[in-house]
């Protein structure tokens, strides 16, 4: 029979290790860990996959090393409409670039831009836009960079919600990322956006440390400040267009391991998901159809639903996906809340 | 007072708790951490940073998600002389390329990888290398590389120790490695070596797994299979440089972290170490001087060393280290060991 002080400092070390230790939470955890999903077939493939691969007695069980869930961003774990976050940043940064290099002003397509004109804006061609990026994402240090979208995200509203564009999470999405990790799973988020401008808030608001982070990547270029320290500067020029062909790539480049699920929403992803389900095993594939233009948004053209630029789902990724047997995730009726602060 | 069952009961959640979270080393670890380096400003210059970067008390206490440690591998970590191991790789694949690719035995640099004439294969030049690079390692799927790489692994021994390359690590290395992760550091790779080629080992030897290994990264293409499944190919275009400039830019593109500390041995890490030393706070760097002949190689030029192409470490760069408080490894006084099987 122990002592009291014995048993006083067992039960220190106990609460030292739980502090800690960052205990999976699902060891302590009660209740349902998707609470924002329905119940429906969409619900338990992910239930059924993460059984599947982390139960030990499982024949598809994973050792944890080889636990990886890739997410794509927009459209997938937040609102992409009506158009990406990351080109509102841009469009906004034009008036800070034309304060120090006012002779854009009265060159194209950044006289369109200040002039505020919506429509002429929306009528942009998608090389104006490159010109547009190129513009606005290079010339800087990465730590003026950084700095620059932290102060834009703190301020910057999404105009139907008049809300921050970092609480357009899906809470649905977050609860899968959240659920993975507590089994041993590393979330990583595999954009077409820019792989520094996600960096800037990946860890705050998805708990993905940065460099889990893939996505566009361009060059650097290494040089001095005015005090002699080593600077980096944003280049204009694309290492990895990390879209379509090049989520794959992105993927292998980044993290040199095939994922045992992907989490996609658009034709941008059909590549990243059928590499996945290239593997052996158990492997989970989804899709996120926006069929909710009451509490999001409406957007296809797969299924009827509208047609559009932003985030495109086509018919055939549709078919695709019920052929193979993708999950595709109806937002309207798979998903019980979708923004926390609902 | 609790029961005896309760007390019990805490007890095995103890063990649990110990046996399956991965608790630090350290914390059960007895004596030195670093056996095989003799006592010096070097090894002190180790333990002295880990003390202030990772005692809670200590104002350079650095968070763990900020404890990022880079290693050089060539001349760092393992043995590059008379040759850097991926080349001779690449030499001995020119004969199993030319089994597909007879002609091969016609055109030069391949004639004469293949005459066998040792003479004549050292008097290659640099442009010749790479064309036996590209040819070498790129055109197979990523599974190929990886499947290739390990049997040569496992079968090519260095003609000096006729041991496995593998095997010709610095154990002082695998040590302060092993030391700063039981400490909280995450240890990386960042090598001039093909990042490909040294994930295919990186976790067998260094405990460091293949997503921490930054090195020269080449593009791949996505495409197709016979039975359609998905497939990656190793294609020869050059997306970084992880040398000189090369690798903070590649630092900066993979781990999106400022190193804390640095280790290398040559002029291709000068830039690496000085982006480390650009932070604030405590920060570590240390390059290893090959200055043991009778244990492992001699070269420089610095310190009237004998001169070297290959891992060359000038007098600017020595002048550089001693001026700027960089630490200099001596090999010949500060290792007490450098290979395991001594």
Redesign the interface.
Known sequence: ??S?SS?RS??V??IT??AG?S?PARAFAQGDPLPSWNEGAAKQAIVSFVKATTDQSSPTFVPP?ARVATFDQDGTTWVEHPIYTQIVYCLDRVAVLAQTRPELKRIEPFKTVLSGDRAAIARLTKKDLLTILAATLSGMS?GDFKADVGRWLASAKHPRWNRLYTELTYQPMLEVMRYLRDNGYKTYIVTGGG?DFV?VFS?TVYGI???N?VGT?G????GYAKDG??V?TKEPTL??NDDK?GK??GI??????RPRAAFGNSIGDR?ML??TA?GDGARLMMLVLHDDAQREYAYGPAQGLPDTKVGTFTQALYDEAKKKGWTVISMKNDWKRIFSFE
């Open positions: 029979m122990q009291t048993y067992i039960r070390l106990v290790l739980l230790l205990v090393e990465v792989q960096r860890d440390p940065l460099e982070v990547m060059g650097t270029s290494y320290k080593p980096l290492l990895l062909a794959p790539q292998y480049l980044m993290i040199g391991r590549e059928e590499y290239g």
